[in-house]
Structures are given as structure tokens and as C-alpha cells.
């Protein structure tokens, strides 16, 4: 399963269950929302479909807006779960970052030569970790 399917999975079951869901990428050096906080939608396939993947990771500056986003809206997502789906390999230092949430860092590494970069994150985020 890639990222995009497992996005899928996690954009239904938070349909079926009436949850929120915002979705934000980052990469070629910038960061967008590509889905906005609302109920999560029925069919999220074409909008994974149209997000590209690769190029330079902000990781830093992705992990900074989200903290301060969430802080912002925290009355309304008192629950809130951060998902980060990334293969961890980023130039940017990542320091000491308090994000307000759970996290939970998807390792989307599929190189011959694994390098283990998303364990180091997590364990420096303090987020549950899993590899894809």
C-alpha cells in the first residue's frame, strides 16, 4: 500500500465514524492545504489523486504551521491526530517541536538502502511510529 491508499483508508473510516479531517502536503518546498478542516468527504480519491509527491521537504516549517494551526483551532479539536506520512529525509533540523496532539510518523521510505530517518523523527517528536 502507498501513502495515497493509506490516506484513503483513514479519510473513510473518518467519514463513517463523522469526524473531521484536514489534509495539508508539503514538498518541492512549499506546504499547501489541500483539504480544509471539514467533515471528512464520501470520496477523497480524486483529491489524492491531484497531489503530487517528491522534491524538497520544508518538514521544519510543515510541522511548525500545523502546531500553530492546531493550537489556534484547539477548542475545536480537542481530540485532534496528526498524521505525518513522510520518508523522514529532510535537511532542516527538526529540534525540539511540541505539535499539541498525538502523532503518529508513517514511514514512507521504500528505498533499497534504508537510512531509518523516520524513527529518528518520531522518537524526536514523541510520535507512535509505524512504517507503511
Known amino acids: 500500500m502507498n501513502a495515497k491508499g493509506a490516506i484513503h483508508k483513514l479519510a473513510q473510516a473518518a467519514y ?3 469526524q473531521s479531517l484536514c489534509l495539508m502536503t508539503f514538498g518541492n518546498a512549499h506546504i499547501e492545504t489541500a483539504l480544509h478542516p471539514q467533515r471528512a468527504p464520501k470520496n477523497i480519491l480524486p483529491l489524492l489523486e491531484s497531489i503530487g509527491a517528491g522534491g ?3 518538514l521544519r516549517k510543515a510541522l511548525v504551521q500545523v502546531s500553530e494551526f492546531i493550537n489556534q483551532q484547539s477548542y475545536q479539536y480537542e481530540k485532534c491526530k496528526l498524521y505525518l ?3 523522514g ?9 511540541t505539535i499539541g496532539c498525538d502523532v503518529m510518523l508513517v514511514d ?13 523523527l518520531a522518537h ?9
Request: aromatic share 8%; glycine share 10%; no cysteine.
Open 108 to 120: 514512507t521510505e521504500n528505498s533499497t538502502v534504508k537510512l531509518g530517518l523516520g524513527k529518528e
Open 85 to 87: 506520512f513522510t520518508d
Open 89 to 97: 529525509r529532510t535537511r532542516e533540523s527538526i529540534g525540539t517541536l
Open 16 to 18: 463513517f465514524k463523522r
Open 56 to 58: 524538497g521537504t520544508p
Open 124 to 132: 524526536s517528536l514523541k510520535a507512535q511510529y509505524v512504517h507503511l
